[in-house]
């Protein structure tokens, strides 16, 4: 499997079985793993695309992922963890590890990210798993011939995957006065490990996500080779901190998914009841709700679109990129459907037709705002390199050609590069520092009827860099006005987004999306805050002659 048409047409072969929506909901229901699905993934080579070479293409993992969790997001959740804890690895392992680990994940082993403890949470550095050098911990013949190794003892708790997968990712406390370089990383082979040294957690029971594997595991002075280290010695924290700026990318497809899956179920409900003898999609205000939840839909499907080719083109920017995707994407997609829920009314909270789906969906997708780093925790991480950003802003500079190489979808990535990955953005944030010359441009190429929400825009933008110019950080935690600096941080990115995506692909411009500027101006509209019934009428007229695998921009560009 290589393309999503592959993908899609796989899963559409399988809409009756292990796909079936109403198979995948009586396995919620009785918290079951959907082991049927997984193992059709498994089986059609998706595990191949959570292998990120150089050469590789992240993006097309996230439109891979984006396919899978528009059927079910607990099957997407349960499948691409593999990504999650495969990729320290492919951020900070040695060939020789990345290759054998590619190989196992090549075949269909799941591999856990073992972060987070019962007590500390996302307080890492409050982590008491530990890690214990050993000279007398024997090797075998794939282990560091110089022999010697390091003993695990500890917990990790709320681990998706922990007792299913045969590897795990574990961050361990290697001096016992922790501190930034006092944590490591280690890729433990559950299979090489004595007997009674390693124990699953039970599976803890979940609002959302019931069929899924979150549980935990405990060691007790458990056994690993020296080449079990991924990075070296107390470098935990840091390749942790630059694996989450991939992580937090892959995860909006997650919420792109739930997105597709939404407008569907909405779309299905106003085609097919009628209220007082008309059809409920022809009345003004559905017809609103479905034009802005379309309108957002397409919002942060240009985020993510923009954010997973920077991780190739703006490599050393994705320490901002990340954590305002990883806020900004599940959150307007859960306020998207916590809207659309009220259209759909009382059968939004059904579990079986006609609701048909949408109180699972909600309940999955909730959990997406919070796995590697909640809302809270990615705008404080935004707001901790505010100064800078607010220079960078100020000079109105930026990587031209990497964004331009970013919003091209047609131009061809650049090879990944580890080593561009840094903790903060010494070049700030391209998107958001270059949208007064991009809104300059949309004057020129631009539909004028975008006009008006551009100038809106610009308006934010100068109100961001006056707040933005006085905001330093403060030790011991952020005031939470402070907050809705990062939101607005956020808009502005999202905005720079869609326009570039509409400067850089002449064929987002064509067609009933296209045809003057209806989806540029759509979303415009929607992030200053507008209430344009026309345009919001006309985005939805498209949303109900239009199958949601096809609601794209993606669809359009390529």
């Not at 559409?12 to 918290?31: G, I, K, N, Q, S």
């Not at 996230?62 to 059927?71: F, G």
């Not at 905001?471 to 939470?480: K, R």
């Amino acid at each position: 499997m290589t393309t999503t048409a592959d993908l899609e047409t796989l899963l559409a072969t399988h809409e009756d079985d292990v796909f079936a929506p109403d198979e995948l909901a009586e396995l919620d229901d009785r918290e079951e793993f959907p082991d049927g699905a997984v193992r059709l993934l498994d089986e059609a080579g998706l595990p191949a695309h959570y292998v990120l070479t150089p050469d590789g293409d992240f993006s097309r993992t996230v439109r891979l992922l984006r396919a899978v969790a528009r059927r079910d997001l607990t099957v997407a959740i349960a499948h691409g963890k593999t990504f999650l804890g495969a990729a320290p690895v492919w951020v900070a392992g040695t060939p020789d590890q990345a290759a054998r680990l590619a190989e196992r994940v090549r075949a269909g082993e799941a591999v856990c990210w073992g972060l987070t403890e019962r007590d500390h949470g996302a307080d890492l550095l409050a982590s008491e798993f530990a890690a214990v050098a050993d000279t007398d911990v024997s090797v075998d013949a794939d282990a560091d011939a110089a022999g010697g190794g390091w003993r695990l003892t500890g917990e990790k708790w709320l681990i998706n995957n922990a007792s299913r997968s045969t590897l795990a990712c574990a961050l361990a406390r290697t001096d016992p006065a922790g501190g930034s370089r006092g944590f490591s990383l280690f890729l433990v082979d559950k299979e090489k490990l004595p007997d009674g040294s390693w124990r699953n957690l039970p599976k803890i029971r979940t609002h959302g996500i019931r069929g899924a594997d979150i549980s935990g595991f405990a060691l007790d002075g458990a056994p690993v080779p020296a080449d079990a280290l991924i990075g070296e010695q107390g470098d935990g924290i840091a390749v942790v901190l630059k694996t989450l700026q991939l992580t937090r990318i892959a995860c909006t497809a997650l919420s792109l998914g739930a997105a597709d899956h939404a407008l569907r179920l909405a779309r299905d409900f106003a085609t097919g009841r009628e209220l007082y003898g008309r059809r409920l999609a022809d009345v003004p205000h559905v017809r609103r709700i479905l034009g802005r939840a379309a309108a957002a839909a397409l919002t942060v499907e240009a985020v993510s679109l923009l954010s997973a080719r920077s991780v190739h083109t703006l490599p050393g920017e994705l320490s901002a990129i990340s954590a305002l995707s990883k806020a900004y994407v599940p959150t307007l997609t859960q306020e998207t459907l916590t809207y659309l829920g009220e259209l759909l009314g009382v059968r939004g909270f059904l579990t079986s037709p006609p609701g048909g789906g949408f109180a699972k969906l909600e309940r999955d997708h909730r959990i997406c705002a919070i796995f590697d780093g909640s809302t809270v925790v990615n705008r404080a991480a935004l707001l901790n390199q505010m100064p800078r950003l607010a220079r960078q802003l100020s000079r109105r500079r930026g990587d031209v050609e990497g964004l331009r190489a970013a919003a091209d979808l047609t131009t061809p990535l650049a090879p990944f590069d580890r080593h561009r990955l840094t903790l903060r953005s010494a070049t700030g944030c391209s998107a958001v520092q270059m949208l007064p010359g991009t809104a300059a441009r949309m004057e020129e190429e631009g539909p004028p009827e975008a006009g008006r929400p551009i100038a809106r825009m610009l308006d934010e933008l100068a109100l961001l860099e006056k707040e933005s110019a006085d905001f330093v950080p403060m030790t011991g935690g952020l005031p939470s006005t402070a907050f809705g600096l990062a939101e607005r941080y956020e808009r502005a990115y999202a905005a720079a987004a869609c326009l570039q995506l509409w400067l850089e692909n002449p064929p987002l411009r064509t067609g009933r999306l296209g045809t003057d500027g209806l989806w540029l101006r759509a979303c415009l509209t929607s992030l200053v805050g507008e209430d344009d019934s026309d345009v919001f009428g006309a985005l939805a007229d498209v949303v109900l002659d239009t199958p949601a695998r096809e609601f794209t921009l993606w669809g359009g560009a390529v």
